[in-house]
């Protein structure tokens, strides 16, 4: 007998909730921020916004499904199941912070803030969740399979991004190490920087982009389907031993970006969440590539 499927809503911790944690009531979370020329009313209608969002959709799932929600913070601690209808209540940042986690689960993105965010990602209104979410869980559903990027170490760590994985400095210093293209002749390139970012055509519309945009690039960047990822060098130095001359590319299925750590530390995290990162030492090799999975985002 097979189970009903589990509605898993992923939500975040308001501004206005982190205000209360932080200062203890409302009246002196009104007073901090008042004494810097800001008002806690809106503040408070986002947050309320948010809760009433996620509590539509709470009121939508079907009564003979079974039902959980998880905070943004714990997702790494979290154990989806294969059963799982992922309803992700929120911002277009908390669907690619919940990817990582995924391994081939229906993800419905609702918006709840409507008019603050893209909708890149949060493409619903709470109010359609009654129609989506039995939707979601057929195997007809109509879905959307957006690329991810993978980096792996030499000593089998995996990290998984739906927008871009950077690999650099942890703090302001330069990045020294050899970048490698995998499945070309040319010799591998020994770099100083301030890091690496790759991408996929999700990323291509936030950090990817702005990097694209600062130099010109001539790069046509992925769509969001496309099993291909950008890279580019960020400010890359030349010296006697350090060169400039890849410092940009697209890489395909099979392909992979190759970065030989010549620095006491690197860190490699994905899509900005820097307190889930790989840590790199001296000697150590990561590459990075399109990964076999994917998320699965409903129509």
Known sequence: MSLAPRAVLVH???????????????GQAAF??????????????????????????????????????????????????PEDVVVVVGQDG??????????????????????????????HRASRARRLLPYAAEEGATVDELTMVEAVTDDAQRLLALNEIYVGPPGHQTARYTLGLDGTDTSAEAQA????????????????RSLWEQRSSALALPAPSDPRLAWFV???????????????GLLGPGHGLRLTVESDRLIAFGDGVESDALELTWGQTVRLTVAAARLRLVH
């Open 94 to 123: 908390l669907v690619a912070n919940a990817a990582k986690y995924l391994t081939g689960q229906p993800v419905v993105g609702v918006d709840a803030d409507p008019g603050r965010n893209p909708g890149v990602l949060v493409r």
């Open 32 to 81: 901090f921020l008042s004494a810097r020329g800001r008002s806690i009313e809106d503040v408070r209608e986002r947050h309320e916004r948010a809760r009433r969002a996620l509590a539509e959709v709470a009121a939508a799932v079907p009564l003979a499904w079974r039902r959980t929600r998880v905070e943004r913070a714990d997702l790494d601690r979290f154990l989806f199941g």
């Open 234 to 248: 960020r400010e890359a130095w030349p010296s006697p031993a350090t060169g400039t001359t890849r410092v940009e």
């Open 12 to 26: 975040r911790t308001t501004e206005y909730e982190e205000l209360l944690a932080r200062h203890g009531t409302h």
């Open 193 to 208: 920087s301030s890091g690496v970012l790759v991408g996929t055509g999700t990323g291509a519309t936030g950090w990817l």
